[in-house]
């Protein structure tokens, strides 16, 4: 490829990355109720990086609009596009610092699923639909498919541990209300949806602790997390094991440099 052919694509990719951030803006305001999302020119590389895998799904599902009280939900179809339903009148996200999925964490969560959902090689079974790994063969009652599925599903709930375990020497998270507990409680909606959850909860918190400037151990761990399946995404393979990171602030890396190598009165109505 000629010096000016590389000149053409390199313009036209960029064209496209462009115009795929303009139709997440658009439809990020228009599932949040027109909530601004975060200004991509302040946003570290992790949450740029977790906005363009949104931005590059945001043309495949259908959304709709419902008054459900739920702030959006992504609903797999096998026999045509997928849908992302939303109540554009929900009105419980968090105020500036304080814990609970934002609006635009709230997409990213979704799309993210949507991503899942094209990305990962597993049968096509109902039960997998949307199952944020690979799995082996074509049939998905196959003996060698259940163990790699089980084994997964393992190493996530074993990853998601350690964000649990940063939870409890991060000063940030110790010392800001409520934030403990919101940790402790996303842990365990991955833990107990390991096969759909592992990434988008991932990078919904990243957004959600980078809005709230909790940069400390909780955050490093759970984009360890996020940079293991990017890795994975491409490379294939199993769920890898993601170790304790011992740094106590950010590293501020890449989301996708595989840094490990290897109703009132409670919690509002929320995505399945």
Known sequence: MGSKDKKNKKDKDGQSIKMQRLKYDQRQREV??????????????????????????????????????????????????????????????????TPGYTAQATFDHEMHHEDANNVYQHPVDRDLYGANFHLPGTDADAPELRASYARQADTISANWDEVRSASTRDTGIQNTPGWADYVDRRVEYVQATPHQHNESVAAEMIGTLNSAGLQGPVNNQVRAIYNEASHRRVAGGEVARVPPVESATSTRTSAYTNVEAKGKGKEPARRK
Do not use: K, L, M
């Not at 945001?58 to 849908?83: H, I, K, L, M």
């Open 32 to 97: 949040s109720g027109g909530r601004a999302p975060s200004d991509p020119s302040s946003s570290d590389s992790e949450t740029a990086q977790i906005r363009d895998t949104a931005a590059q799904n945001v043309d495949r599902p259908q959304f709709q609009a419902q008054d459900d009280g739920q702030s959006a939900q992504w609903v797999p179809n096998q026999s045509g596009p997928n849908t992302v339903t939303y109540d554009p009148t929900y009105s419980y996200y968090p105020q500036s610092g």
